[in-house]
């Protein structure tokens, strides 16, 4: 199904065929740990209050800093879930009707842009390992490509059997005179022979 997307490099002419996240169980499962981590202190200090007579007055200098420094953590726990939340939403791979195309956030100020052509990809496989990836049906995708970048690698998206079969698609309707980034057009593989006629003028012309 088509998308609607803008992205870096895009021409009036491109059109989005497909639009790739990781699948959701990624994120969920790294918020999941971070869940797990925030509930280990309260554990741990109801524990520790019942198995001893340790306790801190309201007021005193112990129970201000017990208080900062759960505030910190926690605030580290959200500023944790933040970027996990920017990795999986900004990391976005896109294929068009002309090229591939993968975005890889680095933090909150980094960004990696990477493409090909179609025509220069030369072959696609995917593969689906474990349980869980079998599961919920995500995986890898590997577009291996003649250009700069040799090899395009769609980590954790869904369906990715489907993915590569619809990339394969798109790359046999590439025509063998698609225009090259320069200009040129890629040389066909049989050209059409030239009729007899056409054939003795060309050569009357350049005896001429």
Do not use: C
Request: glycine letters at 8%.
């Amino acid at each position: 199904m088509p998308h609607d997307i803008d992205f870096p490099g895009r021409q009036s002419d491109e059109h989005v065929v497909i639009v790739l996240h990781r699948h959701w169980f990624i994120f969920v499962r790294s918020v999941a740990t971070l869940v797990l981590l925030g509930g280990a202190p309260v554990v741990v200090m109801l524990v520790w209050s019942r198995l001893t007579d340790w306790q801190l007055a309201d007021g005193s200098l112990g129970y201000a800093l017990l208080v900062m420094a759960g505030a910190l953590y926690y605030l580290f726990l959200w500023i944790l879930i933040y970027g996990y939340w920017l990795d999986y939403y900004l990391d976005t791979f896109i294929i068009t009707n002309k090229r591939v195309v993968d975005i890889e956030q680095a933090g909150l100020f980094g960004r990696t842009v990477a493409e090909e052509r179609l025509y220069r990809i030369q072959d696609v496989t995917s593969d689906t390992k474990g349980i869980l990836a079998t599961s919920l049906r995500y995986g890898n995708v590997y577009v291996q490509t003649a250009g700069k970048t040799e090899r395009f690698i769609f980590e954790q998206v869904p369906h990715p059997e489907l993915v590569a079969r619809s990339i394969l698609d798109l790359t046999d309707k590439i025509d063998d005179r698609l225009e090259r980034p320069d200009g040129d057009s890629l040389p066909a593989e049989n050209p059409k022979p030239l009729s007899p006629a056409t054939r003795s003028g060309t050569v009357g012309k350049l005896r001429q």
